[in-house]
């Protein structure tokens, strides 16, 4: 009954930036246990940036200070802010929802590829 749909990936040159968003519709709990992975060719899926209970934020080592994970509960909508982008940025970006602990949901994934 979630559905998470991820936009805002493309192709941006290294130093540039993009927004990713992910709109969450259904039988949604809040925005306040969500976050965003990546994946890159032939590695695992990795944390890059979440909310833990709305209010605390955490994000990978690799990104501190250059992504900024927010929301914005009218729209139902969260974002990734991201900048200084690098050739190793690249991965598939996907938008997570853990409502409670029985449930686990993920969007399809937008594409994100920094070029050198």
């Known amino acids: 009954q979630v559905q998470l749909v991820e936009s805002g990936g493309g192709l941006v040159q290294a130093g540039g930036s993009l927004r990713l968003s992910c709109v969450a519709s259904g039988r949604f709990f809040s925005l306040n246990d969500m976050g965003w992975y990546r994946q890159a060719p032939g590695k695992q899926r990795e944390l890059v940036a979440r909310?833990?209970?709305?209010?605390?934020?955490i994000y990978a080592e690799s990104v501190k200070g250059r992504f900024t994970i927010s929301r914005d509960n009218a729209k139902n909508t969260v974002y990734l802010q991201m900048t200084s982008l690098k050739p190793d940025d690249t991965a598939v970006y996907y938008c997570?929802?853990?409502?409670?602990?029985?449930?686990?949901?993920w969007g399809q994934g937008t594409q994100v590829t920094v070029s050198s």
């Open positions: 909310f833990i209970s709305g209010v605390n934020t």
């Open positions: 997570n929802a853990q409502p409670n602990p029985l449930s686990n949901y």
